[in-house]
């Protein structure tokens, strides 16, 4: 297939302002630029890692409908991967986050290759196991430090100018990097790729029919989805500066599902809202220790039984336009 | 919840492991009939993705309530009188309740099989998987036949639990920890076989062990490795039929 280059990226003359998701796109960057002033910024900028880890997560369950259960791998292993990086080879923080993401996307390719043989639950199924692998992985390799974790990683000073440290800074990376992401994953979901994606969601078999190479279709979005997960874990390293075994722990592929689920599934701005409820929410809860746990599962439940279409899914319903 | 069951039982009101070994599955497959009618069903008309993700929900309910009301670290549970003690088989020796857990889990794997695959209620299950509403069509009640198969699993899970508990201890996260070994090997069994399943059980527990001898390091993987060459080789399982 020879593809013109405007076509494959979806460029179109129409006008895009004054459209929904334009505006909504508005209010989320006025808020995230405005936040700091109200809220502590380390608490805004883990909403912003985990919201980039659940958009990415979403392009794969939302708009391809494969539900990955072991997606923590890669944002745990690039988190580690950077941090060794940024500390044990003195990288500046940029290539060390390139590093990071280019380990996900690597792991990615692996497990994409060998988890797509198979679909629905069995998908979830080996996504889960490989990344449990990884988790043991992670426990025993020498660089990882077991249960200590990567301790300390020095935030550095971006392209050697910039120095990372101060708050300001970090925050505008951080948001930066958040929204190029965020619009990356618009345009892949916008594009023609996207528009595959979607028909082997409604009907895998229709689409193998119609000629679409199914398989190398799934195993890119895989490995996009893997790659930006990466990137959100490598970010989200360098801002704790530390890379630990709970982020690469099966219980932080859950809260991503659960993210996604609560925010909206296959919505653009569904993650985004539901990772910032689910950490709000473990904000709040965090002192009543295991309760946590109970209040997510209870929040799964009910999001499966009684509201499947999550914050912003029914927000769209409402309105009428796909947000 | 069968481990949890079984030691509650003995506990709080003093019933030992052979009453048990009935008295936890029948109560946990209830429960589990319990889930499947109120809010398992509402969701069979969706994809099974749903499903998948509202048992994760309840299993993070039960593990967070059990972790609330008794830590998470495990509790010991004895082994019953009878089985303690080692037995010499000549060429290693083996202990009693190991001995007896093989024994009572090799005896309950055949059963199944042999439910499934040879007797009327089991080809009237497996049509019923292959075909719903034709089964319906002859008067079967198939939603009662979805329960009670559901309640039956639950219950075999819980009856793992209960012999598991004295081996290992009784904690909210060993089932947690397990599952995910058993994916494994239903993925490398292949899905809707049972002999499959049985027969890569007892493989890998073997391989595990084996492995846990000779290069501990790698014992957590192995099984995980030996899925992905399974995968390459033949995506369906050792037993799973094409599909």
Redesign the interface.
């Known amino acids: 297939v020879i593809w013109n280059f405007k076509e494959a990226i979806g460029f179109s003359a129409r006008p895009v302002l004054l459209t929904a998701p334009a505006a909504a796109f508005a209010v989320m960057v006025l808020f995230f630029a405005a936040a700091p002033l109200f809220i502590y910024p380390v608490f805004l900028m883990q909403v912003l890692c985990f919201a980039l880890f659940a958009c990415a997560f979403n392009l794969l369950l939302g708009y391809v409908?494969l539900?990955s259960f072991g997606h923590a791998a890669f944002f745990g292993i690039a988190g580690y991967v950077c941090g060794h990086a940024a500390k044990v080879w003195g990288l500046t923080p940029e290539l060390a986050i390139i590093v990071g993401s280019l380990a996900a996307i690597g792991l990615g390719i692996v497990i994409g290759a060998?988890?797509i043989?198979?679909q629905?639950?069995?998908f979830?199924?080996?996504t889960?196991?490989?990344a449990?692998?990884v988790y043991?992985?992670c426990v025993?390799a020498r660089f990882t430090h077991g249960e200590d974790g990567i301790q300390g990683i020095p935030r550095g000073h971006l392209f050697g100018i910039v120095d990372l440290g101060h708050m300001t800074a970090i925050y505008v990376v951080v948001l930066a990097i958040f929204l190029a992401g965020f619009l990356l994953i618009y345009r892949i979901i916008h594009s023609p790729f996207g528009q595959v994606l979607k028909a082997i969601r409604e009907n895998e078999a229709r689409a193998v029919s119609l000629g679409y190479a199914v398989d190398r279709y799934k195993l890119i979005a895989f490995v996009l989805s893997a790659g930006l997960s990466g990137l959100a874990g490598a970010v989200d390293t360098l801002v704790f500066q530390l890379a630990a075994l709970t982020n690469v722990h099966?219980t932080m592929s859950?809260e991503v599902?659960l993210m996604t689920?609560v925010g909206g599934l296959g919505t653009v701005f569904g993650p985004v809202v539901g990772a910032m409820i689910v950490v709000v929410m473990q904000q709040y809860l965090a002192e009543l220790?295991?309760?946590?746990?109970?209040?997510?599962?209870?929040?799964?439940?009910v999001?499966?039984?009684a509201f499947?279409r999550g914050v912003v899914g029914e927000l769209g319903h409402r309105l009428h336009t796909p947000l | 919840m069968g481990a949890f069951c079984a030691w509650l039982l003995l506990t709080k009101r003093g019933i030992g492991y052979f009453p048990a070994l009935i008295i936890a599955p029948v109560a946990i497959a209830a429960f589990g009939m319990l889930i499947e009618r109120t809010?398992l069903r509402?969701?069979y008309q969706?994809?099974?993705?749903?499903g998948?993700?509202?048992t994760?929900?309840?299993?993070?309910?039960?593990?967070?309530?059990f972790?609330?009301a008794y830590g998470?670290s495990g509790q010991p549970y004895q082994i019953p009188p009878v089985l303690v003690g080692v037995t010499n088989l000549g060429f290693m020796y083996l202990p009693v309740y190991r001995g007896w857990v093989v024994v009572v889990s090799a005896i309950l794997c055949f059963g199944t099989w042999f439910a499934i695959e040879r007797t009327r209620l089991g080809s009237t299950l497996r049509a019923a998987t292959e075909n719903p509403g034709l089964v319906q069509a002859f008067g079967i009640n198939v939603p009662r036949i979805v329960t009670l198969t559901y309640g039956f699993g639950v219950g075999l899970a819980a009856l793992a639990g209960v012999m598991a508990a004295p081996i290992y201890q009784v904690s909210p996260l060993m089932g947690?920890d397990l599952i995910?070994v058993v994916?494994?090997v239903?993925?490398i069994g292949g899905?809707g076989s049972i002999m499959g399943s049985i027969l890569t059980g007892f493989a890998l527990g073997v391989i595990e062990g084996l492995t846990k001898v000779f290069y501990p390091?790698a014992s957590?993987?192995v099984?995980?490795?030996i899925?992905?060459i399974v995968?390459?080789l033949k995506?369906t399982g050792m037993f799973g039929k094409a599909r």
Do not use: K
């Not at chain 1, 220790?289 to 439940?301: D, E, I, T």
């Not at chain 2, 969706?46 to 749903?50: A, N, Q």
């Open positions: 409908g539900l060998l988890a043989r198979r629905g639950i069995y979830a199924m080996i889960l196991a490989f449990q692998m043991f992985y025993q099966w859950g599902v689920l220790g295991s309760w946590v746990l109970v209040a997510q599962g209870a929040v799964f439940v999001c499966v039984l499947r | 809010m509402r969701l969706l994809d099974h993705l749903y998948l993700l509202l994760f929900g309840l299993a993070l309910i039960i593990q967070g309530i972790q609330n998470s947690a995910i994916f494994a239903v993925v899905m390091e957590n993987t099984i995980f490795i899925m992905a995968l390459l995506p």
